[in-house]
């Protein structure tokens, strides 16, 4: 205002330029651990992101790693963090964030890798930064464990077949391939196992092999199985297991069979062939050291028996034989029984025992007839004969008793004649007895009659035979005494009348009819 209060008012103007500064950023990364053992490990890396500008402040909007991604999350490699965005930062203000990735590579490795961290200033200008850690991998010697064991752990003598396994894990943190398995006892196994073979970590490889493991009771087998293996840088690793199969003591047995040959013998008895035959199931050989027999006595020296003796393993057999008499009356049974006794090579007894019986059967009577007359004839008119009647036992074992000789037509001869029963014939031995008897007829008459014999042996087996017998009157022929006479006896030349007298006399018992003379001159 003037001094009468009058408002007085002017203007003018003046530009100031603000020049813009550019925005910056400065980014550092450390990592933790530096060094790794190989194939790979969980490293914790530190980022600090500081806002470099003068003026500006900075709007962090991504946090990334080559070659783990956004570290802002948990993905692929990343398995934790802290790190986030947005992130704004005041000039000089800073932004510290760790994130955990697993890191991986081969022994002698250097890994570098780098975060960038980018956005925009409060002029909407971008900004980054980046910063790089180095992480180291060292080799680590492989490592493993190895397993053997067998199955079974015991096998009876002498031995048997075994399966042997083999367990290899790696507890290595990378792959090993394992090279070569060899055993104490069995030798190189890198074809039947199939190596070399590679086994990734905590995996483990198996082998198997089956093998004969032979020994006597109570030896305890053990074999090493040694197995070598290396990673890929060729560290190698050589580990050792050993199996232990025990031989368990199998207790001997032996089986005896013994037979007879005959079984059975008509009475009273004879000669038998025992055979014996002993045979050997157990595993081991047998060695036979007694053969009783309880009627026969030690059977050692007889026949073709001999003990002690030796019946190989798994089916052996020996065999021998011997005779005895075994003698009864019929139905008599003989049995006998054979005990053996024998032993394995580790002192262990076993025995067995069989029996053969010998049956005494009975033999039938054997009996024969025979009946005849004596004379068998007579001339009319007949007279007096004998009925001769023999009976001869033919059995070579029983005595033989005569119980009754019956004779058609003349009934029961016991009595008649010399004939008497009950008779007693020994086997081979005969009895005779006659009856006289007579007929009277003409020629051509004749009397058959039939004898019975009955008779038994000492078991009551009855036999009945009959024999017959024909008597005949046969015919006379005529029986004439001539006698002739001259009277003269001579006479002169040239001859005359002579008287003839002819004189005829049957001498014969019955008489002549139909008489005829002849003279061969008259």
Do not use: W
């Not at 009468?4 to 980014?27: H, K, M, R, W």
């Amino acid at each position: 205002t003037d001094d009468d209060g009058v408002s007085l008012q002017e203007s003018d103007s003046a530009t100031v330029t603000v020049e813009d500064v550019p925005s910056s950023i400065s980014l550092t990364k450390s990592a933790d651990p530096t060094e790794i053992s190989e194939p790979g490990e969980n490293v914790a890396f530190t980022v600090s992101i500081v806002n470099t500008s003068a003026a500006d402040s900075v709007t962090i909007e991504s946090i990334t790693d080559v070659p783990f991604g956004d570290v802002t999350q948990v993905q692929g490699d990343v398995v934790a963090t802290d790190c986030s965005v947005t992130q704004l930062l005041a000039p000089t203000e800073s932004y510290d964030c760790t994130f955990t990735a697993f890191v991986a590579g081969n022994a002698g490795q250097a890994l570098t890798d780098t975060v960038t961290a980018a956005g925009t200033d409060d002029d909407g200008v971008a900004v980054s930064g980046d910063g790089s850690a180095d992480v180291d991998v060292i080799d680590v010697p492989p490592t493993m464990e190895v397993s053997k064991t067998a199955v079974p752990l015991e096998v009876p003598e002498p031995g048997g077949d075994v399966t042997f396994s083999i367990a290899v894990t790696n507890t290595s943190a990378e792959p090993i391939t394992v090279t070569t398995i060899g055993d104490d006892v069995y030798g190189n196994l890198n074809g039947a196992c199939g190596l070399p073979a590679t086994v990734q970590p905590s995996d483990t490889f198996t082998c198997q092999f089956t093998r004969t493991v032979q020994g006597d009771a109570g030896d305890q087998r053990t074999d090493i199985a040694t197995i070598t293996a290396q990673d890929d840088e060729g560290n190698s690793i050589t580990e050792q297991d050993d199996a232990t199969v025990t031989i368990t003591d199998v207790l001997p047995s032996i089986e005896i069979d013994k037979s007879a040959n005959p079984e059975q013998l008509p009475e009273p008895g004879g000669t038998v062939l025992f055979r014996v035959q002993i045979t050997n199931p157990s595993v081991e050989d047998v060695e036979i050291t007694g053969l009783v027999d309880d009627i026969h006595g030690d059977l050692d020296g007889q026949g073709t028996c001999q003990t002690p003796t030796t019946v190989i393993a798994n089916g052996g057999t020996y065999v021998c034989s011997f005779t005895a008499d075994v003698t009864g009356e019929a139905r008599y049974a003989e049995t006998d029984t054979i005990t053996v006794t024998g032993q394995d090579n580790d002192g262990n007894e076993t025995t067995d025992d069989d029996d053969a019986t010998v049956t005494i059967i009975d033999v039938e009577p054997d009996m024969s007839v025979s009946k005849s007359t004596s004379p068998s004839s007579r001339p009319e008119p007949g007279g007096d004969y004998d009925i001769v009647v023999t009976i001869d036992n033919d059995s070579t074992v029983d005595d033989l008793t005569v119980t009754s000789i019956i004779d058609v037509p003349h009934g029961d001869l016991n009595g008649q004649g010399d004939c008497t029963v009950p008779q007693t014939i020994p086997p081979g031995g005969s009895y005779s007895c006659s009856v006289p008897e007579s007929l009277t007829g003409n020629a051509g008459d004749s009397e058959s009659d039939t004898v019975t014999v009955t008779a038994n042996d000492n078991e009551g087996n009855v036999v009945v035979e009959d024999d017959d017998a024909t008597f005949t009157i046969t015919d006379l022929v005529p029986v004439l005494d001539v006698d002739k006479t001259a009277s003269p006896s001579s006479v002169p030349e040239p001859g005359g009348d002579v008287t003839f007298t002819i004189t005829i006399v049957n001498t014969s018992p019955e008489q002549v009819t139909q008489l005829t003379i002849e003279d061969d001159v008259y």
